[in-house]
């Protein structure tokens, strides 16, 4: 298969704009018209994962976390492993692709996993993802000849995305009219003389987080010394609830039970070392759950307790002494588990012809493993 072949499928397991507004999701590295055969599943993006990856003869490598999250100041072998590992990927063909919250959201992702091995009971999310989704319409006016570049440009931005189709885009011809005055650098007439010129009205949506890097590559392929734009903030779409759940759940038990029986709930998981904190609650039924680190998310939620990976010492602390329970999991041990169900998700969803594998290498620090 062809990678936006692939892209399309794993997209429709987990679509994108159910991630979180400040969430990296998305083809991170790659060329869209390189073919996969083989597919590599983890949860961070190491470079013994490259290595593994590379070994396994993998195109593409699914990392759950963004590898690039925040801007690299560089790409070099003597850099940061956060660069080498993005480095080497490169320098292997590999393409990347991060799924994060957008499978953390969705109906049968990481949040509904983790439910499931609480026990029988309803689950709502905490933030539902009917909210919508953060996009825009941009709307340039480009002379005809130039419609093609502009277009491409943006497209390969991150415009003209919709569902499994890219490069989406509208155009209706026009005249445009401008006269340029005394200091103008005018790609097209002359000083103090007012010009017509065939343009093209070139529509695309783009998605916010996208907006700075279309807007500027916008800019760089118009001919126009001042390109003439729009920029319209689009109303949020409702999704529909059987196609997504939104962030983190709710889990009220069809019974109550123990702290201990809670925490028991997560001991077969690999690596992991569960922690329990409460001050003598006896039963709790109605259960705050989210991957990974659910701090944040928890502040708009009411619970008997509240299970996650990782929390703030002093967040926990008052949740115990207002006397919630507290079940931490470990960051990567609430997550790295869902990898095999992942994986025959995408299977099911036609990516058969792709050869899918969960990394071996993959693995939380060592200073993570075995604490009680």
């Given at each position: 298969m062809k990678l936006d072949e692939v892209l399309g499928?794993?997209?429709?397991?987990?679509?994108?704009?159910?991630?979180?507004?400040?969430?990296?999701?998305g083809l991170q590295l790659g060329v869209l018209t390189q073919t996969?055969?083989?597919?590599?599943?983890?949860?961070?993006?190491?470079?013994?994962?490259?290595?593994e990856a590379v070994k396994k003869k993998c195109e593409l490598v699914v990392a759950y976390h963004p590898p690039i999250f925040r801007p690299l100041e560089g790409l070099r072998d003597d850099g940061p492993w956060t660069q080498r590992r993005v480095l080497a990927a490169t320098r292997a063909g590999l393409a990347v692709y991060s799924p994060h919250t957008a499978l953390d959201a969705v109906r049968g992702g990481v949040c509904d996993w983790l439910c499931g091995l609480i026990g029988p009971g309803s689950a709502e999310p905490?933030?539902?993802?009917?909210?919508?989704?953060?996009?825009f319409k941009v709307v340039v006016f480009v002379p005809e000849a130039d419609e093609a570049s502009v277009r491409s440009a943006m497209a390969g931005a991150g415009a003209g995305g919709i569902g499994n189709y890219r490069e989406c885009s509208f155009s209706a011809l026009g005249t445009g009219g401008f006269r340029p005055v005394e200091g103008a650098k005018p790609a097209i007439g002359q000083i103090g003389k007012r010009e017509e010129v065939a343009e093209r009205r070139l529509e695309?949506?783009?998605?916010?987080?996208?907006?700075?890097?279309?807007l500027g590559e916008l800019r760089l392929a118009h001919p126009y010394e001042e390109p003439a734009f729009d920029v319209f903030k689009l109303e949020p779409e409702p999704i529909a609830v059987?196609?997504?759940?939104?962030?983190?759940?709710?889990?009220?038990?069809?019974?109550?039970?123990?702290?201990?029986?809670?925490?028991?709930?997560?001991?077969?998981?690999?690596?992991?070392?569960?922690?329990?904190?409460?001050?003598g609650v006896k039963r709790v039924r109605r259960v705050a759950v989210c991957p990974g680190a659910g701090g944040s998310l928890f502040e708009e939620i009411e619970a008997d307790a509240y299970v996650t990976g990782e929390m703030q010492h002093h967040q926990a602390l008052d949740l115990v002494q207002r006397g919630r329970v507290v079940v931490l999991l470990g960051h990567t041990v609430s997550e790295r588990p869902y990898l095999p169900v992942y994986r025959d998700r995408l299977r099911r969803a036609g990516g058969a012809e792709v050869k899918w594998s969960v990394s071996r290498a993959d693995r939380a620090p060592l200073a993570w493993r075995g604490q009680g």
């Open positions: 499928m794993l997209r429709s397991v987990a679509p994108e704009r159910l991630a979180e507004p400040w969430d990296k999701v996969v055969s083989r597919g590599l599943l983890c949860i961070d993006l190491t470079e013994a994962v490259v290595a905490i933030r539902p993802a009917s909210v919508g989704r953060d996009e695309m949506l783009v998605p916010g987080r996208r907006l700075a890097e279309v059987d196609e997504a759940a939104g962030a983190g759940r709710v889990l009220t038990l069809d019974r109550a039970v123990t702290p201990d029986a809670l925490a028991a709930c997560f001991g077969g998981l690999p690596e992991a070392a569960v922690k329990l904190g409460h001050r």
